[in-house]
């Protein structure tokens, strides 16, 4: 028997996850019957995995189908071809009951933590919801574990009884994290994580994206149009381009050598700077 078996801890070399053959194409248009008059495939055939603690980012322009690639992943959305594996777990075969007890592996976080956070929600059930849902913790432990949360992303631990709007962009987005690791994730998608924040706010929050990783040996896929944030965080790199994964090499490699055209265009849009990490 394997050992991973005997401690029943996963096997670290294995891929967390692993996409394959991803297709997704949407309906954008029907005709008087209701029947489909204009397809447009989002996503076409993409493959790649997320191995146990690295930081892979998906880049690419405007419509290129990142968030789709997001959605396909956590099974927002359906795709139309592939599969997906979490932990080993195929979750294109899940039923909704089964899928909603794997969500606790794999959370995200989105660009604009005011939309994607319950304005009308204290920050005790804003960050605490994902530990009822999956831990069914009785509300009495709740405080001590918010606040404990709320202390590791760098937030105030007396925040519990606040609202969103009293939060600053990056601390909002602070939230968005302290909610997506209350569910204990071994995943975590950031798309366009801190695409809204000033630079500033946006280095803080990468150190605290790479801060976790480190300390919980998170998984993270980074997705962003930016390679200039890329540099900074990511391990390995992904392109993408129309829906298709055009080109995937270690940060550096993809830097210092880009084999496709679609990654040199985007370079050139990037500042030269130093890497800080
Ligand atoms: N539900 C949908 N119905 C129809 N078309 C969609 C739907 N969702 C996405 N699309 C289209 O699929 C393509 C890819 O969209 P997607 O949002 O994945 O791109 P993206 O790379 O994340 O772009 P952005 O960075 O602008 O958010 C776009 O052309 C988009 O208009």
Do not use: C
């Amino acid at each position: 028997m394997p050992e991973s078996d005997i401690s029943g801890v996963q096997d670290v070399t294995s891929p967390r996850v692993v996409a394959e053959n991803l297709t997704k194409v949407f309906v954008t248009k029907r005709n008087a019957f209701g029947l489909p008059a204009r397809r447009l495939t989002a996503v076409r055939g993409v493959s790649f995995e997320l191995r146990q603690g690295e930081i892979y980012a998906l880049v690419g322009g405007s419509g290129s189908g990142k968030s789709t690639v997001a959605r396909l992943l956590t099974r927002l959305e359906k795709s139309d071809t592939g599969r997906v594996l979490v932990n080993g777990t195929d979750w294109t075969l899940l039923r909704r009951s089964a899928l909603q007890k794997q969500r606790r592996a794999m959370q995200m976080v989105f660009q604009n933590p005011y939309a994607s956070l319950d304005p009308t929600s204290m920050v005790v059930h804003l960050v605490g919801e994902p530990m009822i849902i999956h831990e069914k913790l009785a509300r009495r432990d709740l405080d001590a574990r918010v606040r404990a949360l709320l202390d590791d992303v760098g937030l105030p631990s007396d925040s519990l009884h606040k609202y969103p709007h009293e939060f600053s962009g990056g601390q909002r987005q602070r939230l968005a994290i302290a909610r997506a690791l209350a569910a204990d994730p071994d995943v975590i998608i950031a798309d366009e994580a801190v695409s809204a924040l000033d630079v500033s706010s946006q280095a803080k929050v990468l150190n605290l994206l790479l801060r976790l990783r480190r300390e919980r040996s998170l998984t993270i896929l980074f997705i962003t149009h930016d390679l200039g944030v890329v540099r900074q965080v990511a391990d390995r790199i992904g392109v993408l381009s129309e829906g298709e994964l055009v080109e995937e090499a270690q940060a550096d490699a993809l830097f210092d050598e880009p084999t496709h055209e679609y990654t040199r265009t985007l370079l050139r849009s990037v500042p030269i700077m130093g890497r800080w990490r």
